[in-house]
C-alpha cells in the first residue's frame, strides 16, 4: 500500500477515535487497520497515536500530521467525486442511516426498486435512531424526524408526515379495560421511550384538555421498534407512529385508544450534505425516496452548477 493511502487511513483513525471504528468504515479488519499505522510510523521515524482504553488519540506530532492528511483526503474525495459524476450515472457504495423503525417498516422494503432502477449502486445501511453527523461518520444519506436536523450545514428534505396515535394490544385491553378519558392513562402501563422526556410527553392539552401528562409505565425501550413490538406482546399502550401500526390496526393485531386524541405531527426528512457536487447516487436515492413516500411533491434534486 503506498504512502497516500496509508495517509488516508491514518486521517480516518483520527476522525473515528479508534482503530476498530476506522476498520468498520472502511471495510477492513483492525489488524490490517493497525499494521498500515505501523508502517506509517515507521516512515515517519516518530509515533503518531497514543492507544488509549477507549480508543486512540494522536501525539502533538500526530496531529499536526493528521491536518496534512486531512486536507489531502479532502481534496482526493473531491477528485473522486469529480470523476463519479462525470457520466452522471448513480454508481458506487451508497451509506445510509435511518431511524429503526421507519427503516424496517418503510425503507427496507422500498429498497429492491430502488435498486433494479439503479444497478451500479451497492446499499451500506445502518438502522440507529441516535443523531448522525454525516461528514464524521462518511454518511451519504440519513433518513430522520424532522427535530433531529440541528446541523445548519446539512440539507433537509420532508419525505412523509408522521402522525401519531395511542393503540395497545387486545389482550392488554382484555387485562386493563379501555381508557375513555385522557386522565384515565395515568391507571394505565404507558410504554416509554428511554432518556427521551420529550417523546414521553403524551400533552393533553394537544387532545383539548388542560394538563400535561407524562407516559408512565414498567417498561421502556430505546427506540420506537422496540416499543411497538412491546404494543404488540401486550405490555401496555404505546404513542407510535400512524406508518408503523395502520396495519396492525386494520389486522386487529392492535387497537386504537381514544381515537379522538390528535398531537401534532412531526416529518420524516432524508439529511444529506448539500447540492453542491451532490454525487448522483446520493440524488437517485433522494429523489426516489420523495417520489416513493410523497408521490404529490416537488421536483427532483438539481445538480448546483459551479461558478466558472
Not at 142 to 166: T, Y
Not at 168 to 196: K, M, Q, V, W
Amino acid at each position: 500500500m503506498d504512502l497516500s493511502a496509508q495517509m488516508l487511513i491514518f486521517a480516518t483513525v483520527v476522525e473515528r477515535g479508534s482503530i476498530s471504528a476506522a476498520a468498520r468504515s472502511m471495510g477492513q479488519t483492525p489488524s490490517a487497520v493497525s499494521k498500515q499505522i505501523s508502517l506509517l510510523e515507521d516512515h515517519a521515524h516518530f509515533r503518531l497515536l497514543n492507544r488509549t482504553r477507549t480508543g486512540v488519540l494522536p501525539t502533538p506530532e500526530g496531529q499536526e500530521f493528521y491536518l496534512k492528511c486531512q486536507a489531502m483526503a479532502e481534496k482526493f474525495k473531491d477528485a473522486e467525486a469529480h470523476i463519479s459524476n462525470l457520466d452522471d450515472v448513480p454508481r458506487g457504495k451508497l451509506r445510509i442511516a435511518s431511524t429503526v423503525a421507519f427503516g424496517k417498516s418503510q425503507l427496507i422494503p422500498a429498497l429492491p426498486v430502488f435498486l433494479a432502477v439503479n444497478p451500479e449502486v451497492e446499499v451500506s445501511l445502518e438502522l440507529t435512531d441516535r443523531e448522525i453527523d454525516l461528514q464524521t461518520e462518511g454518511v451519504d444519506a440519513a433518513v430522520s424526524f424532522a427535530e433531529q436536523h440541528k446541523n445548519p450545514d446539512v440539507v433537509v428534505r420532508r419525505i412523509m408526515h408522521s402522525h401519531r396515535v395511542l393503540c395497545a394490544a387486545p389482550h392488554y385491553i382484555e387485562r386493563r379495560g379501555t381508557p375513555t378519558s385522557f386522565s384515565d392513562l395515568s391507571e394505565h402501563n404507558c410504554l416509554r421511550i428511554a432518556g427521551n422526556s420529550r417523546r414521553n410527553a403524551w400533552s393533553d392539552v394537544e387532545a383539548g384538555e388542560a394538563q400535561p401528562f407524562d407516559a408512565d409505565g414498567d417498561f421502556e425501550g430505546n427506540s420506537t421498534d422496540v416499543i411497538f413490538h412491546a404494543a404488540l406482546a401486550g405490555i401496555g399502550i404505546a404513542r407510535l407512529p400512524s406508518y408503523l401500526v395502520d396495519a396492525k390496526l386494520q389486522s386487529g393485531e392492535l387497537l386504537r385508544i381514544l381515537p379522538g386524541y390528535a398531537p401534532a405531527s412531526t416529518d420524516i426528512v432524508v439529511q444529506f450534505a448539500g447540492r453542491r457536487n451532490l454525487p448522483p447516487k446520493t440524488r437517485a436515492f433522494i429523489d426516489f425516496l420523495v417520489s416513493e413516500f410523497r408521490p404529490d411533491t416537488a421536483p427532483p434534486v438539481q445538480k448546483v452548477a459551479e461558478h466558472p
